[in-house]
C-alpha cells in the first residue's frame, strides 16, 4: 500500500476496495474450490477481508466481513441452500468466522489508529521544530538590533565623554591659569604696595623735616605747598598700608582657628577708640559666636563696617550695634548703624576696590575698606551684604560657615 493515511482516501474508493477484495476473494475461493470442497469455505476471504480493512478502515472492512459472510455461506456453506446457517456445524464455521475476522478487523484498525498517532505527532513535532526556527530567527534578529543600537548608545556615549572631558580639561585649564594669574597679580600688587612703602616714608619724613627746619625761611605760600605734600604724602601711606593688606587677605594669612568673636569685636573696637571718641558713638553688640576663622582677619572686618558705621554719621551721634543669628549651616552677623545710608543701586558697586560715593572732604577713605571685607569673608566661604535706603541708616550682614568646611578657596590660598 502506498504511504497515504486510510482518512486521506475518498469514501467511494474505500468501500468500492471492500466490495473488489470481496469479489477477488469470491472468485479465489472458487477456483480452489475443487481442491478445498467443503472445507475452509472462508479461507480466501479472509485475505479479503485483511485488505479491505488495511485500504478502508473500519467502515469498508465491516461491509466486507458482512458480504463475505454472506457470499461464503451462499456459495460454499450451503451451496444454494435457502435457510442460512442450517446445522451446528454452519454456527460454529460462522462463530469462528467472525472471531478470525474481528481479530483481522480489530489488529488492522490499531495498525492504523498507531500509524496515524505516530503520523499525527511527527507532523505536530515538525510544527513544534517549525515553531522554534522561527522563533530562533525572529530572537536572532531582535538579539542583533539589540547589539546594533548598544554599539550606537555606546559610541554615543563615550563621544559626549570624550567630549565631556576635553571640556573639562579646557576648564581645568582655564581655571589654572586663572588662578596663576590672580595668584601674580596679588604677588604684584604685594610687592608694589610693600616696596613703595620705603621710598614713601622718606618723601613723608624728609617733606616733614623739610617743614620744620624751613618753614621760618618760607613765606605762607611755601609753607602752604610743604603742607600740601606732607599732606599727600601721609594719605599715600595710608592707601599703601590699605593695600598692603588688602593683597595680604590671600597671600600671607594664617590657617583658620576657634576664633571668639566677641573678642574680635572688642580688639576693633578698641582700635577705633579714637573716633568713637571723637564722634560720641554708641557701639553695642548682642552675644556673639565662636567661629572657625583667622582673628586678625575677623578684627579687620569689623573694624571696617564699625568704622564706617561712624564716619558715615548723619546728623545724630552715631550708633552701631552688632549681632549673630544662625542660620541653617552659617552665622549671619549684621552691623547696624543710624548713618546716611546708601542708595540700593550702589549695593554692588561699593565693595568693588577704591569705589566711593563720596569725595575726600566730606568723608575721608581710599575706598579699599569694604574689598577688603569681602575678600575676607569669601575667603572664609561666606558672602557679604547689604540692605539701606539713603538717611535711613545702613546694615551690612556677611556670613561665616559654622563648621569652617566651605573654606576651600581660603584654605587653597592659605597653602600657597
Ligand atoms: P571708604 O570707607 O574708605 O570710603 P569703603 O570701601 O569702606 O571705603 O566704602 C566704600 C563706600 O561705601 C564709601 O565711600 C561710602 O560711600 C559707602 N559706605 C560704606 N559704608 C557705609 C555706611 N555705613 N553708610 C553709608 N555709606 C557707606
Known amino acids: 500500500m502506498n504511504g497515504l493515511r486510510v482518512s486521506e482516501r475518498s469514501e467511494a474508493l474505500r468501500y468500492s476496495v471492500a466490495v473488489g477484495s470481496v469479489a477477488l476473494s469470491l472468485l479465489a475461493r472458487t477456483a480452489l474450490d475443487p481442491v478445498l470442497q467443503d472445507e475452509l469455505p472462508f479461507v480466501t476471504f479472509f485475505a479479503g477481508i485483511a485488505a479491505a480493512a488495511w485500504f478502508g478502515g473500519l467502515g469498508p472492512s465491516l461491509l466486507s466481513v458482512a458480504l463475505s459472510f454472506v457470499a461464503a455461506e451462499w456459495f460454499f456453506i450451503g451451496h444454494g441452500r435457502a435457510q442460512f446457517l442450517a446445522t ?10 467472525f472471531l478470525v475476522a474481528a481479530i483481522i478487523v480489530f489488529l488492522s484498525n490499531a495498525m492504523h489508529k498507531a500509524r496515524e498517532c505516530a503520523a499525527s505527532r511527527q507532523a505536530e513535532m515538525e510544527r513544534e521544530i517549525g515553531k522554534r526556527r522561527r522563533a530562533e530567527v525572529e530572537l536572532r534578529g531582535a538579539q542583533d538590533e539589540l547589539e546594533y543600537r548598544i554599539r550606537k548608545r555606546t ?3 563615550s563621544a559626549a565623554m570624550e567630549a565631556q572631558e576635553a571640556e573639562k580639561k579646557a576648564l ?4 589654572a591659569e586663572l588662578e596663576r594669574s590672580n595668584a601674580e597679580l596679588q604677588q604684584f600688587a604685594y610687592a608694589a604696595s ?5 621710598p614713601l616714608r622718606m618723601v613723608a619724613n624728609f617733606t ?9 625761611r618760607l613765606d605762607d605760600d611755601g609753607r602752604e605747598f610743604i603742607a600740601f605734600a606732607v599732606g599727600g604724602a601721609v594719605r599715600m601711606q595710608a592707601l599703601i598700608q590699605d593695600l598692603l593688606a588688602y593683597s595680604r587677605v590671600g597671600a600671607r594669612s594664617k590657617s583658620f582657628e576657634p576664633v571668639d568673636c566677641n573678642e574680635a569685636f572688642g580688639r576693633a573696637v578698641s582700635n577705633l577708640y579714637a573716633s568713637i571718641g571723637e564722634s560720641a558713638a554708641l557701639v553695642s553688640h548682642d552675644e556673639l559666636p565662636v567661629v572657625q576663622a583667622d582673628a586678625t582677619q575677623m578684627v579687620q572686618v569689623f573694624q571696617n563696617l564699625v568704622g564706617n558705621g561712624i ?5 545724630d551721634p552715631p550708633q552701631v550695634h552688632v549681632s549673630a543669628v544662625r542660620k541653617d549651616d552659617d552665622w549671619v552677623f549684621s552691623v547696624r548703624d543710624n548713618g546716611i545710608g546708601i542708595e540700593p543701586r550702589y549695593a554692588e558697586r561699593i565693595f568693588v576696590i577704591f569705589q566711593r560715593l563720596h569725595r575726600p572732604e ?3 577713605g581710599n575706598g579699599i575698606g569694604l574689598a577688603l571685607c569681602r575678600k575676607i569673608v569669601e575667603r572664609h566661604g561666606g558672602e557679604i551684604w547689604l540692605e539701606s535706603q539713603p538717611g ?3 546694615t551690612f550682614f556677611f556670613s561665616i560657615p559654622v563648621d569652617g568646611q566651605r573654606t576651600r578657596i581660603g584654605e587653597r590660598e592659605a597653602g600657597k
Open 88 to 97: 451446528p456445524h454452519d454456527f460454529a464455521m460462522a462463530g469462528c468466522y
Open 155 to 157: 559610541a554615543e556615549l
Open 172 to 175: 581645568a585649564h582655564k581655571s
Open 194 to 198: 610693600h616696596d613703595l612703602q620705603e
Open 208 to 216: 616733614q623735616l623739610l617743614a620744620e627746619r624751613y618753614s621760618s
Open 311 to 315: 564716619k558715615f554719621k548723619g546728623a
Open 362 to 364: 566730606d568723608y575721608p
Open 392 to 394: 535711613q541708616g545702613s
